[in-house]
């Protein structure tokens, strides 16, 4: 009996462990917007797919002239549509528009990612 319990217990713990770890789509969103904070447009880029990267290098233009943080950013995947991944984030993106901050809060768009050259990337919102 006393094995049954350790076991049990063993289970739950490996399970409890998992269960924290972001899938590979939700750290490519978590990875875009890390990159345009921290003002890296060619990583911005490459964590795009093929048919965004012309919107990822408007966005890195946007933040390259203004000071931008993020806070407590988080990221989950949260269904499919069609050939997209879809990931829902939590967390606030804040934009300094010479000294009127602005805040953005991830939660209100869903991102879609795919997966293109092996690598999960981001691929718009809605």
Not at 36 to 60: F, H, M, P, T
Not at 64 to 93: F, H, M, R, W
Request: glycine share 8%; proline share 2%; charged share 20%.
């Amino acid at each position: 009996m006393k094995y049954k319990w350790a076991i049990a217990l063993w289970t739950i713990l490996a399970l409890a462990a998992c269960s924290g770890k972001a899938s590979p789509s939700a750290l490519a969103i978590e990875g875009y917007f890390k990159a345009l904070v921290a003002k890296d447009a060619q990583k911005a880029i490459s964590l795009s797919c093929a048919a965004w990267e012309q919107n990822a290098q408007l966005d890195a233009d946007t933040f390259t002239n203004y000071p931008a943080k993020l806070d407590n950013i988080t990221c989950n995947e949260s269904g499919q549509e069609g050939i997209y991944t879809l990931v829902s984030c939590s967390g606030k993106l804040s934009l300094d528009y010479n000294g009127e901050i602005q805040e953005i809060d991830l939660a209100d768009r869903m991102y879609l990612t795919v997966q293109e050259g092996g690598e999960w990337r981001m691929c718009g919102y809605k």
